[in-house]
């Protein structure tokens, strides 16, 4: 069974991936890390179970806690953002550039 | 008669000898690192250390004179300079000490004389260092016992020398002039440092005291390279051809610098340097010898020739300089007796070349600085001590019957004759020439119309500068009977160079003599005619073409030029051109590869994260492809 | 057998969900998927005996994490839908290749390992999960957890600082804002008074009817613009199709 959560673990990361590169509305590019985290957490717990160790679950634990710290941070800066350039498209904000 | 064994120090004034160095040294000190605050006392504190060091060398020369004539080469070890290689040290023998008298007695004359012709200078004091240091570091030379004290010497008078020809270096000609000098002496010192790492490499040593006894085991082809290399030395030193052209130049610092440095001391320390390895690298039938007699006959002409066109008082007596230390190089090429007679010569011309340079610096001084001898004539009622001390030089160089020139010069000139018969006729020629330019100088500056402008008030110098030539015109006068008459010179530095087999005889009067007497009255007869029957024109007269020759130093600054300067300057563009295209090149090319691929490079920064976030997740993607390959295998 | 089934539905449902993500054009949309995956992985996590992530899960994720997600979504325009023209060049394919590529890779990787039965959780959940995932983080993960409440106090001290703004000028009071209304009134002859509410005099109360004035005019002001969009402002009772601010139905 563990083989069929990794695969779809490896699924959903890559979904998300594909989803952090493609979309352009910043919300919707933290929501696609927000699942290739999940994805992770789910290899996670998987290895966990297939180890029968507690240690799988612990850092999926930690995991959570740094992504809701993260998304904190993240939508702050995407409203301030959006509040300066009335935008929260990814691609506007390119002037760090050569 | 080989010379002397070098024995050790035994004690006395000789223990101390070095304090001859150190004093001056310790003026010069003094006055440089004491800066304007010295300026009230400082020229007495350089004549008060010039005349010290003339007491402590003379009281060592009496010392020797207690000495039996075998026991009086003594060497005074001072501290290990470079341990194993050379040894500091002072060698006190006859030779060394007769130039230290002539250094330190001349060279007090001439500070005396200084305080005098320097006293409208605002930078009298830092003269006086100079002049203390160029005592110093030429005691070093003539005292050292090894090869590269005497380097250091050498290269302090140099430097000295350069300092005082420079001495008014807001004139853009002795700037100048000082730099010529400098880098001339600097080809002449390449030489004598190769001379002196074979020495080391083929005797394992550099003091004179290992050297020269060893010098037989060495190859003649060794023997010779290291004479011809110490010849180039002594040439660039003494202004000997080929490295005559910066004497003339050199004219340029004060008087008294002319007359201590580029006529008495210095410029004959080519002589000194010849005649003190003369037994182990001039042995007076070899090939290195000989050049030098041929370097020495050239040069007294030239030097004679270069004499009779100027009309610069400074440069004509310059001439004669270089004319004069090209006899004592002729000497020094003979072996033992010309070692005599050109050390004799030498101590004679210090005195009455020195007399001269003092007398023209006086007249100078009378003159506003003038130094045009068309610009004087008749100056001898105005100026009757700088005349009657002048014409004693003048009646000693061109050798009157009696005074110092007579014994010196036809010493040599029969010393030359005896060696070779065209030498000696040349050295004849050279010495007519003598009689005219010297007859020149005298009857343009003291005898004739008064040439010189309005607001010029001729006048006799101060007692300070006047007591000087006295003294130096006296001597002048009978030194050189003294020297050489019974063969006393030549007996004193037996010792020190050797003797030769039989000593000469010395004939007052005799056929070379007369014949060199003749052709002296001659050409002094013809400048009478010339320029003391004559009028002199203010202007100088076109002249022909060997007037121009001579005017123009024979040509020898073109020559330099010709083949050194401007050949120097092609490869110097040759290198710009080089540097700008090659080495440039590569570095602006390599530069600008590197700034136009970065430009390209640039551009992937898009300021696009979701480029970025592309660029990790391709990479994640390959690590991941890798990591399985890598698994699989 | 139990498990099995639970996991093919709920694989094919967070699959789909996850594309849905990616694929909608509205962020509300990938949202609600967004919602769906994490419900799923938390089923798949409390299936694989870890009841009490399963339980964090859904009030982390679905709870905290989503409503932030939404109301960031109404603060910069819930009705804004992404274009999906793509105007990097190169970069959808690349996407796409690379995506594939490493999932492809991933699976292969994983297929490709023998895994041996799973051990389980039983030993360890023997005591209970909660108690043993307590014990690991509390003793041996103490210094990590710490840090972790270092970590969220600093994101929430950074979170008021960026969404903090400084007033720049005094705040505007009623005052103000009343003389403003009439200056304009007094310019442009805007209208003074508040806008009218929705409802009023309707037939229905919901917040997208119009509001009918004394007249039975249809009043368009009385509804939000972003609502209009979205719904007939007609209310069917209106008698006239031509509906202007202050006429008179016919």
């Known amino acids: 069974m563990t083989t069929h959560y990794l695969i779809l673990s490896a699924l959903l990361f890559a979904i998300g991936g594909i989803g952090v590169l493609v979309r352009r509305n910043a919300i919707v590019v933290f929501m696609c890390v927000e699942l290739m985290l999940n994805a992770c957490n789910l290899a996670f717990v998987a290895f966990a179970r297939q180890h029968g160790n507690i240690e799988g679950q612990v850092i999926a634990f930690f995991v959570m806690i740094v992504a809701a710290a993260e998304v904190v941070v993240g939508l702050a800066i995407i409203v301030t953002i959006f509040r300066t350039r009335r935008s929260a498209s990814v691609d506007d904000a390119s002037l760090l550039k050569y | 008669m080989e ?19 150190a004093l001056p040294l310790l003026g010069a000190a003094v006055l440089l690192l004491g800066g ?64 230290a008298l002539l250094i330190t007695g001349v060279g007090s004359l001439i500070h005396i004389y200084s305080i005098g012709y320097m006293s409208h200078d605002t930078d009298r004091r830092r003269f006086f260092a100079y002049l203390n240091l160029f005592v110093a570091a030429m005691l070093l030379l003539v005292l050292a016992d090894n090869y590269v004290a005497l380097f250091i010497g050498w290269e302090g008078v140099g430097l000295a020398s350069y300092l005082l020809i420079g001495f008014w270096q807001f004139k853009p000609s002795a700037a100048t002039a000082a730099k010529k000098a400098f880098v001339v002496n600097r080809v002449g010192d390449f030489g004598l440092l190769i001379a002196i790492f074979i020495v080391f490499t083929t005797f394992g040593s550099v003091a004179f005291g290992e050297v020269f006894p060893k010098a037989g085991e060495a190859s003649q082809g060794t023997l010779t390279a290291i004479g011809l290399l110490l010849l180039l030395g002594a040439c660039g030193k003494s202004a000997q051809l080929p490295l005559q ?27 000194y340097l010849v005649v003190r390895s003369g037994a182990a690298f001039f042995p007076g039938d070899g090939t290195a010898s000989l050049v030098v ?182 001597g002048s006068a009978v030194l050189g009977a003294y020297l050489v008459l019974s ?21 007052v009067v005799s056929p070379v003599g007369l014949a060199t007497l003749a052709l002296v009255a001659a050409g002094a007869g013809y400048a009478w005619l010339k320029y003391g029957r004559q009028e002199v024109p203010v202007v100088a007269p076109r002249g022909s073409f060997l007037t121009t020759f001579a005017r123009r130093d024979l040509y020898g600054d073109a020559l330099n030029e010709a083949l050194f300067m401007r050949p120097g300057q092609w490869l110097t563009r040759l ?39 592309l660029s990790i997740f391709v990479g994640a993607a390959i690590l991941a492809g890798a990591w399985f390959v890598v698994g699989t295998l | ?114 895994f041996t039965a799973a051990t389980g959780m039983g030993a360890i959940n023997e005591t209970g999960n909660v108690p043993s995932l307590a014990q690991a983080i509390f003793t041996r993960y103490v210094f990590a957890f710490e840090v972790t409440s270092a970590l969220l106090i600093t994101a929430a001290l950074g979170a008021m600082v960026l969404a903090h703004r400084e007033r720049a000028e005094a705040k505007t009071t009623q005052k103000d804002l009343s003389r403003a209304r009439f200056k304009a009134f007094a310019e442009t002859g805007a209208n003074p008074a508040p806008l009218p509410g929705p409802g009023t005099y309707a037939r229905h109360n919901a917040v997208d009817m119009p509001a009918l004035l004394p007249d039975g005019s249809v009043s368009k002001l009385s509804v939000n613009r972003h ?15 031509e509906i202007t601010e202050g006429e008179t139905s016919k």
């Open chain 2, 487 to 507: 063969n006393r010179l030549m007996v004193f530095l037996g010792p020190a160079v050797g003797l030769p087999e039989e000593l000469p005889a010395f004939h």
């Open chain 2, 3 to 21: 010379p002397a064994e070098i024995l050790s120090n035994p004690g006395g004034v000789i223990g101390v000898s070095w304090l001859m160095i």
């Open chain 3, 1 to 114: 057998m139990g498990e099995t089934v639970t996991f093919w539905v709920l694989a094919v449902v967070s699959v789909a969900a996850a594309l849905g993500l990616v694929f909608s054009r509205k962020a509300v949309y990938s949202a609600l998927m967004l919602g769906v995956v994490m419900l799923s992985l938390a089923v798949l996590y409390a299936v694989q005996d870890a009841p009490f992530l399963a339980a964090v899960q859904i009030i982390v994720y679905t709870g905290a994490v989503m409503m932030l997600f939404l109301f960031v979504l109404m603060l910069v325009g819930v009705d804004s839908s992404d274009s999906l023209v793509e105007t990097l060049r190169g970069q959808r394919f690349w996407a796409f290749v690379a995506g594939l590529g490493f999932a492809a890779l991933l699976a292969l990787g994983f297929g490709n390992v023998a």
């Open chain 2, 575 to 613: 290198a710009v051109w080089f540097d700008n295209r090659g080495v440039d090149g590569l570095v602006n090319g390599l530069a600008a590869t590197i700034g136009g691929t970065s430009g390209r490079l640039r551009r992937i920064q898009t300021g696009y994260v979701r480029s970025y976030a």
């Open chain 2, 245 to 271: 052209s910066w004497l003339l130049d050199a004219m340029e610092g004060p008087t008294p610098v002319s007359a201590l440095i580029h006529a008495a001391t210095m410029v004959t320390a080519g002589v």
């Open chain 3, 227 to 241: 609502l209009a969009r979205h719904t007939e402002t007609e209310a069917p009772e209106a008698p006239v199709a």
């Open chain 2, 36 to 99: 304007r605050r010295t300026d009230k006392w400082g020229h007495f504190l350089g004549v008060l250390m010039a005349l010290a060091s003339f007491v402590v060398a003379a009281l060592v020369f009496f010392q020797m004179l207690g000495f039996a004539p075998a026991e009086r080469r003594v060497s005074v070890p001072l501290y290990a300079f470079i341990p194993g290689v050379a040894d500091l040290g002072l060698l006190i023998d006859p030779l060394s000490i007769s130039f």
């Open chain 2, 293 to 474: 007699t041929i370097v020495g006959v050239a040069t007294l002409l030239a030097g004679a020739i270069i004499g009779t066109a100027k009309d610069d008082i400074k440069k004509a007596l310059a001439g004669s300089t270089m004319s004069q230390i090209g006899y004592m190089m002729l000497a020094a090429g003979l072996g033992p007796v010309g070692y005599a007679f050109a050390i004799a010569h030498l101590i004679t011309h210090g005195f009455f070349k020195a007399n001269l340079f003092l007398g023209a610096g006086s007249v100078m001084h009378g003159m506003n600085d003038q130094v045009d001898m068309r610009r004087y004539g008749g100056l001898r009622t105005l100026m009757p001590v700088t005349f009657i001390t002048f014409l004693v030089g003048y009646l000693a160089i061109i050798g009157f019957p009696l005074l110092s020139g007579y014994f010196t010069k036809d010493g040599i000139i029969e010393t030359a004759m005896e060696h070779n018969a065209i030498l000696g006729w040349l050295a004849v020629a050279g010495a007519g020439i003598t009689g005219f330019y010297m007859s020149r100088v005298v009857f343009m500056t003291f005898f004739g119309e008064r040439r010189w402008d309005k607001d010029v008030h001729p006048h006799e110098s101060p007692a300070v500068m006047t007591w000087p030539l006295i003294v130096l015109a006296a």
